[in-house]
């Protein structure tokens, strides 16, 4: 259930982080008002303010499961993004539990790098008051894993603060982890809340192999609620039928990309164009009896299985398992059950680049057939091998146009390293092995940090290749609605020809007005490669008259390389077309965020 935030007038006679305090008193206390009557009697329950900083779900599902914990534990949890939270609200508080997710290249999530940038003030207040726990989520397959959870905990002890219990780092598979963390952190607040002292200092946790996946309107204060029967969720999937399956790109163009609809009508899903859509998906069979083989067992084995009490070998690595991947604590617990001298080197403690080759396009049928005879028990392999996690996309259909449907554009990935063809685990699935009418274990993940701007607001729209999904959605639902916002789209791909996805309703759009301009990027179809980066600073003059005009921005696509190009383009259209400085351009685009104007959706 989610509450409004309840404000302390501007005008009232309070300092800022006087205010800040008291607004997140009076929250605590509408999260459970077992601590107002508490208070009467003089049992007034401690105040844990949990706070997350989440991109696409996870860091948010586990402040909700926290706060859950808390609050029959006796505590008032008080559940609040990071997005659009004040450092001053931070300093007034006395008890902090964060769980902080990494984005991008190392960044704090969208919405959230506002507090962080304003927290790293050399002249901000110290933190002497407050006693705080970081779970910091990422991926290992990323270069800068959990950078963010990991400088916010240095900065917040820097500021004074006292840590509870030493951060941990999960990796992409986050109960275990979490769990352990939690009962940490609870035993340790106890403890101070008793009275106690705590010695949790030092170096933080690490602690491997997890996955994540939105997070709530900047402010917003949440109560944990139960499941409902009815809603579908990553771990409370409904099955829904696939009614369309087509592909966007020719026969011949350099990769496949999908179009499929899925109806909402059966599976009662409900969304908001701007959301994502989750799938749950399976491991190729073929793939399975591959490594079954290797491993001279039938697959009738039986193995725990955190969902099902036990399950055979082969519903295992079928349904549950990640089997595509290989992960450093992977190979440290399977060089621990033989001998095998070409892990051995490869974890060697000054070997991490070697090691970071390696694991990079090898699954475990590699590991199985380089390192042979090491597995004799099943229930071995099936605990080092970490969680099959869903995967998102973007969603591409507006509820308002495409009623009893949700779209999603995807893009199959197919390659082939060391001998072997292999695929993206999801895409592969839903081009090779769904047909029309299968059902699929999907749900809904919220995205409020990109919606569409008012009715007569202009939207300028940056999304290459699939980065173009909830593009779609947006002018379809604009259309529905009736919006009188100019509508400018920049969409780039390979090649005009073989894959210009969704054409055929982009250019009627533009040739009837809905589309006010469509500016379009085929990096393979002349010698010099063109981004649509180029096609922005082509356009730099009319991107800079559109932003003063009062448009919001919107990105969509590859957050590695695509995102930081893009954003180094706006620079430059501000710095060139705006007449402004470098640093000032940055504060322009800042300026921007802070005012909701400039949206992205990157991964």
């Keep these: 259930m989610t509450r409004s935030r309840v404000f302390v007038p501007e005008d009232a006679p309070f300092t800022s982080e006087q205010r800040a305090w008291l607004n997140g008193w009076l929250a605590g206390l509408l999260i459970d008002p077992t601590a107002q009557a508490g208070a009467k009697i ?28 808390l609050k029959a534990q006796g505590y008032a949890p008080a559940v609040a993004t990071l997005a659009g939270y004040s450092p001053a609200a931070l300093a007034a508080e006395k008890y902090a539990l964060i769980l902080a997710s990494t984005y991008g290249d190392g960044e704090a999530p969208d919405g959230v790098q506002p507090f962080f940038e304003e927290l790293c003030l050399e002249h901000f207040p110290r933190y002497e008051r407050l006693h705080y726990a970081v779970f910091a989520l990422g991926d290992r397959h990323y270069e800068h894993f959990c950078q963010f959870g990991r ?61 994540l996946t939105g997070s709530l309107r900047a402010g917003t204060l949440t109560e944990p609620r139960e499941a409902s029967a009815t809603l579908a969720t990553r771990d409370n999937p409904a099955l829904a039928s696939l009614v369309e399956k087509r592909p966007l790109t020719a026969k011949h163009a350099a990769k496949l990309t999908l179009h499929l609809a899925f109806s909402t009508e059966d599976a009662g899903l409900k969304y908001e164009a701007g959301d994502a859509f989750g799938v749950i998906p399976q491991n190729d069979p073929d793939l399975v009896a591959e490594i079954l083989q290797a491993l001279r ?14 399950v055979t070998l082969h519903h295992a690595l079928l349904h549950e398992r990640q089997i595509t991947r290989l992960t450093r604590k992977l190979m440290q617990d399977y060089a621990s059950l033989g001998e ?47 969680k099959l996690t869903p995967r998102l996309y973007s969603i591409s259909s507006s509820p308002l146009a ?61 999304g290459p290749g699939t980065g173009i999904a909830p593009f779609r959605a947006f002018l379809h639902e604009r259309r529905a609605l009736g919006a009188t916002g100019r509508n400018w789209l920049f969409f780039g791909e390979q090649n005009q020809e073989t894959s210009f996805l969704y054409r055929e309703e982009l250019e009627p759009m533009l040739r009837d007005g809905h589309l006010t301009r469509l500016d379009t ?15 922005m600073l082509e356009q730099a003059q009319s991107l800079w008259q559109w932003l003063e005009d009062g448009a919001s921005v919107y990105v969509c696509g590859d957050a590695t390389r695509m995102a930081k190009d893009v954003h180094r383009a706006l620079v430059k259209v501000v710095e060139t077309a705006g007449g402004k400085s470098a640093e000032d351009a940055e504060e322009y685009l800042h300026a921007l965020k802070e005012s909701h104007r400039y949206h992205r959706d990157v991964y």
């Design 151 to 211: 400088e916010l905990d240095v900065k917040l002890a820097a500021l004074g603060a006292e840590r509870l219990v030493a951060r941990v780092d999960s990796d992409v598979e986050v109960d275990e982890p979490f769990a352990a963390w939690q009962q940490t952190a609870l035993a340790r607040l106890a403890d101070r809340v008793r009275g106690g002292e705590s010695a949790a200092t030092g170096e933080p946790l690490s602690q491997p192999t997890p996955k």
């Design 297 to 310: 067992m039938n697959g009738n084995e039986q193995v725990a299985s955190a969902k099902s009490g036990t």
């Design 521 to 535: 990027a085929f990096s393979r179809d002349q010698e010099q490669k063109v981004y649509v980066q180029d096609r």
């Design 402 to 462: 495409h009623a009893g449907q949700v779209h999603a554009t995807v893009a199959v990935v197919r390659y082939e390293s060391h001998n072997r063809r292999r695929g993206g685990v999801c895409s592969t699935l839903l081009s090779d092995r769904v047909e029309l009418n299968d059902r699929l274990p999907v749900y809904i993940q919220p995205n409020r940090k990109f919606r569409l701007p008012q009715a007569d607001v202009s939207m300028i729209m940056i």
């Design 42 to 69: 003089g049992v007034a329950a401690e105040r844990v303010a949990v706070l997350y900083a989440s991109q696409s779900g996870t860091a948010e599902g586990l402040a909700r499961r926290l706060a859950k914990t």
């Design 340 to 386: 095998c001298s070409r892990l051995a080197a490869l974890l060697k403690a000054d070997n991490q680049p070697e090691l970071e080759r390696y694991v990079y396009d090898r699954g475990l049928i590699d590991l199985l057939v380089e390192c042979p005879g090491v597995i004799g028990d099943a229930e071995d392999l099936a605990g080092m091998l970490p």
